[in-house]
């Protein structure tokens, strides 16, 4: 079945389109003109096939569905119209005192509900409410569609994508986008190892006006301090001993591109300095050189380590610092995001089975609960190790708990960091029931996304809150 969706050329302001649907003429009539008076437009069926005529030529925003209808109840109509409108929400009207069908409809994603008969400023605030929630989900919308054109910009450019649905991930996006349209500041990226330092680098480089020249990434703690200046400047033939032709140093190369200095931290003290001069002068020497050269890098440094107590043990000067750090970008751990595993669970799935020549077309929902209760110290580069050694384990098309025990991963032998509400958890069962938990919350309760968080159905969702006795 394929998904319609409305076209919303009106803007959020104008009046909400609201399709009222009962069979009771008198009723559908005093809806109609109460709700008319409150200026929206209003369109009436008696009957579901009416409906769906009427919701194919018309943008609705909001429908007013009563249960009981001739051709097929309301029920029915709510889940084709969960189908293939998803963004319409739905008052249902159900009899008075029936618990089970408002549950029923609650379930099956009525935004609210309303037993017959009832007051008409009632069904106002409901309305109101549903106007509310319209309202975020478009600006939820727009604010994704700018993520998913970052996206598409760096695929296209870069070649990878960075995923990640979390606050904290498109936080990052946001901030790399705006510093990629300034072509000269520099850029500090620090978080733990493999949180995607360096790809949050080359996604800036490759965003921006430089994208066209060298991105240069060099690991600061790998030069010795012999070796600085020639490998950063350059030399000249007969500059010394062995020196036999010229050399390009690195920041030459990354002219008008990026340089990137990995682990920056690790740079002696006194060769801090001369890094600091270039950064200020923009100017370099080759060692044996007479005249200066005039350089345009765009500086991208990152490190792991926490730079404020370096700066107060001496070990990194505070001025370079200030030099480096115009703009900084932290990427959180990925046991702060927990909502991104999932999703990169099944991208480097997806992805490193095409390059392994594997067909693996699943992931049990275990293992996905047992690494949204796992705490990652690798975070991103374990996650994808991970995958790639569960994918070359793998004799189905389905990645299992099986594949992933030796990883390190086995909830049964990994302890979760102390303080952690998840600590010393074992039971696979236990697992489960916090990641539903987890899953519940960090969506405010929408089983609908939680269970996308998770991974599974939403029936498969329902049955296990019921087994674990979830109050939800
Ligand atoms: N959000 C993400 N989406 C997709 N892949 C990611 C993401 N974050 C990290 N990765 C991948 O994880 C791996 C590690 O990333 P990267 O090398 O950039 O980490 P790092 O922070 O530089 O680590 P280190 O401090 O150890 O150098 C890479 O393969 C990278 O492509
Ligand atoms: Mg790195």
């Not at 991930?169 to 946001?174: A, F, K, L, N, Y």
């Not at 690494?371 to 569960?390: D, K, S, W």
Request: proline residues 3%; hydrophobic residues 40%; glycine residues 4%.
């Amino acid at each position: 079945m394929t998904l319609k969706f409305q076209n919303h050329n009106h803007s959020i302001m104008e009046s909400l389109h609201i399709l009222i649907i009962d069979d009771e003429k008198v009723f559908r009539d005093e809806i109609r003109e109460f709700l008319e008076n409150e200026s929206f437009t209003v369109s009436a069926a008696d009957r579901p096939s009416e409906a769906f005529r009427i919701l194919e030529g018309n943008a609705i925003d909001v429908i007013i569905l009563d249960i009981r209808l001739p051709e097929m109840d309301g029920f029915a109509v709510l889940e084709k119209v969960k189908q293939l409108y998803p963004f319409i929400e739905v008052i249902m009207i159900t009899g008075h005192g029936d618990m089970d069908a408002v549950i029923q409809a609650m379930r099956m994603g009525a935004m609210e509900f309303f037993p017959k008969p009832f007051r008409l400023l009632d069904m106002r605030a409901a309305i109101k409410r549903t106007r509310r929630f319209i309202d975020l989900s478009h600006r939820l919308k727009e604010v994704n569609k700018s993520y998913q054109l970052l996206s598409k910009d760096l695929r296209d450019n870069f070649g990878y994508e960075i995923i990640g649905s979390s606050k904290g991930i498109q936080q990052v996006m946001e901030l790399m986008r705006k510093v990629a349209q300034v072509e000269n500041t520099s850029v500090l990226i620090t978080g733990e190892s493999g949180t995607g330092k360096e790809l949050v680098a080359r996604g800036i480089h490759y965003l921006s006006s430089r994208k066209d020249n060298y991105f240069h990434a060099v690991n600061c703690s790998a030069i010795p301090e012999t070796l600085f200046e020639s490998e950063f400047f350059g030399y000249k033939k007969g500059a010394f001993t062995g020196a036999n032709d010229d050399k390009t140093g690195w920041f030459e190369t990354a002219h008008e591109g990026t340089l990137f200095l990995d682990e920056i931290v690790d740079i002696q003290p006194n060769m801090q300095s001369k890094l600091l001069r270039v950064l200020e002068d923009k100017k370099i020497r080759k060692l044996g050189g007479t005249s200066d050269f005039l350089v345009d890098v765009r500086i991208i440094a990152a490190t792991n380590q926490n730079i404020d107590s370096l700066i107060q043990e001496n070990k990194f000067r505070n001025d370079l610092y200030f030099r480096i750090n115009s703009f900084e970008i932290h990427i959180p751990p990925l046991r702060e995001r927990r909502e991104d595993i999932p999703l990169l669970m099944n991208y480097y799935t997806a992805k490193l089975s095409k390059v392994l020549n594997k067909q693996i077309t699943a992931i049990d929902p275990q293992v996905i609960a047992s690494a949204m209760a796992y705490h990652f110290p690798g975070n991103v580069r374990e996650l994808r190790n991970m995958i790639e050694r569960a994918i070359i384990l793998a004799d189905s098309d389905r990645l299992t708990l099986g594949e992933f025990t030796f990883a390190g991963f086995n909830p049964r032998v990994t302890l979760a960091p102390p303080n952690s509400e998840l600590n010393e958890v074992f039971d696979l069962e236990e697992v489960e029931r916090l990641a539903i938990i987890k899953a519940l919350q960090r969506t405010d309760y929408k089983k609908i996304d939680a269970a996308q968080l998770l991974n599974i159905t939403r029936q498969s969702l329902d049955r296990r809150i019921e087994k674990h006795n979830i109050e939800v």
